[in-house]
């Protein structure tokens, strides 16, 4: 096979195994949702590579009921997996994985399997159980499995007892099996608590990327991805700014510069319960709202400005900090870009400051 042909069976191959073993996934990130569809996947395809030639094998030498079961888990783990691509409905594929599984499993102890091997396949119950089904629950059913298997082992007539086996090994298979479980138990349990960190990792970083820390209020980007989010026909924008911020800053220090920005937020968040919106940080002593009632955008403007007007903070020598805040009003059309809306409500903004300060003025898109 030439080397070009070879390369691109090579990534056909890798193409169609990744593809099979995150189907189903309900997101690319690995939460626990996606690592559990990607082991029902692999599971599913491990199940069939090992249960198919053994069925075949068991039906060659005449055990047609274990041939047929395990050809029929094959079957049944191949529906499973295009289910899961489906659906994504990785609960019930999972219980699909195991219930066949611990059926299966105890059949073949009960009848020995194939030349008397049948009890070595066991010991996958443990960590595909706690994995699937978590620690609670994949626990529970662990134990009553291993219920079972004392009671098939030394309660039950079985085949096993005429393969010529030591009478040791019955209680030894219990035991190994206890010591998989545990093991087993240990590994979730760890492993559980360190993706569950990772997640927690993971939202608080998400935070601190979307929120401005000073306010609590989205920052640029976080606002930018709520808005993509949200089903808005064409939402008003209000882009805001603190008048002679910077008298504040020079005159009572940075400290109380902060705080009167954080007044502000709170006057915001305050002003706009009634709404749907989402309010941001845009920048220094910028503020950006967006608004999804657009109708009454220029009384809620006003309402903010005169709010605004009126709150301040009081120093520790009980003088009062007041501003005034200015503000550009415009709407964002359907299937107009931000940038462009924005820079509609800045123009506005920008008028705003040069006539006089402490005033709303609204621009139309053309």
């Keep these: 096979m030439p080397k070009s042909k070879a390369i691109l069976w090579h990534r056909k191959w890798k193409l169609w195994f990744s593809t099979t073993l995150n189907a189903g996934e309900i997101n690319h990130s690995f939460t626990n949702s996606s690592r559990r569809a990607f082991i029902i996947n692999l599971f599913c395809l491990v199940g069939v590579l090992f249960t198919v030639p053994l069925g075949i094998l068991s039906l060659a030498k ?14 049944i783990y191949t529906l499973n997996h295009l ?4 659906t994504k409905n990785y609960l019930f594929s999972a219980n699909v994985i195991l219930y066949p599984l611990y059926t299966l499993m105890l059949y073949l102890v009960y009848s020995g399997g194939v030349n008397g091997t049948g009890h070595v396949w066991i010991y996958c119950v443990p960590p595909v159980s706690l994995f699937l089904h978590g620690l609670k629950r994949g626990l529970l059913e662990v134990f009553l499995f291993i219920l079972a298997l004392i009671f098939i082992l030394f309660f039950l007539d079985t085949p096993f007892d005429r393969l010529g086996y030591h ?7 219990i035991y190994s099996f206890v010591l998989i479980a545990f093991l087993s138990t240990i590994y979730e349990y760890i492993s559980s608590r360190f993706n569950q960190s990772l997640q927690e990792l993971s939202v608080q970083l998400e935070r601190a990327a979307t929120t401005d820390p000073l306010t609590g209020l989205l920052n640029r980007r976080g606002l930018e991805q709520q808005l993509e989010q949200r089903d808005w026909a064409a939402p008003a924008l209000l882009l805001m700014d603190v008048d002679h911020f910077k008298h504040i800053n020079d005159e009572y220090g940075h400290e109380y510069g902060d705080d009167y920005l954080q007044l502000v937020a709170a006057t915001l ?5 009634k709404y749907p919106n989402l309010i941001s940080r845009w920048g220094g002593e910028e503020f950006l709202v967006v608004l999804e009632q657009t109708a009454s955008k220029m009384d809620v403007a006003e309402s903010i400005r005169k709010e605004i007007a009126r709150v301040h903070l009081m120093t520790q020598q009980g003088e009062p900090i007041k501003a005034t805040i200015s503000i550009g009003v415009t709407e964002l059309k359907v299937g107009e870009s931000v940038i462009r809306a924005l820079n509609r409500a800045d123009k506005a903004l920008y008028e705003a400051k040069n ?3 402490n005033k709303v003025v609204m621009t139309k898109s053309k």
């Design 62 to 75: 005449g055990n047609f009921l274990v041939g047929t079961s395990l050809l029929t888990i094959a079957a």
């Design 167 to 173: 009478p040791d090994l019955k209680s030894r298979i």
């Design 83 to 86: 289910y899961l691509r489906l």
């Design 355 to 357: 006539s006089g300060r």
């Design 269 to 273: 968040e305050a002003q706009l319960t």
